[in-house]
Nanobody, 125 residues
Framework: QVQLVESGGGLVQAGGSLRLSCAAS????????MGWFRQAPGKEREFVAA????????YYGDSVKGRFTISRDNAKNTVYLQMNSLKPEDTAVYYC??????????????????WGQGTQVTVSS
């Protein structure tokens, strides 16, 4: 098992940047593919980005492509989401998730077994 704790959310103006972090417990972090999802009020959970176990492959949802960057540091058991050029529609609770991947990328929430508690990102116009 792995436990995930997100941090780095907050309030930012449109056009600004934030970096989210997700710290994982355990010694097997590098065996998990990681993903970021987000959920706005009244909406379904949306795929944001995924990264392979080594970090060599990444994949993004269309709405964030070119603005967000996912990365990981396996030595620190941490995955990051750098968010630039933020828009009000990026406002949501952001979750990191881990999975034992049978393929890459995995973009559906049910394909991830472990989840963090979420961190709120609010982008003001």
């Amino acid at each position: 098992q792995v436990q995930l704790v997100e941090s780095g959310g907050g309030l930012v103006q449109a056009g600004g940047s934030l970096r989210l972090s997700c710290a994982a417990s355990g010694r097997t972090f590098s065996t998990y593919a990681m993903g970021w999802f987000r959920q706005a009020p009244g909406k379904e959970r949306e795929f944001v980005a995924a990264i392979s176990r080594s970090g060599g492959s990444t994949y993004y949802g269309d709405s964030v492509k070119g603005r967000f960057t996912i990365s990981r540091d396996n030595a620190k058991n941490t995955v990051y989401l750098q968010m630039n050029s933020l828009k009000p529609e990026d406002t949501a609770v952001y979750y990191c998730a881990a999975t034992n991947p049978y393929r890459f990328p995995l973009t559906r929430a049910h394909e991830y077994a472990y989840w963090g508690q979420g961190t709120q990102v609010t982008v003001s116009s």
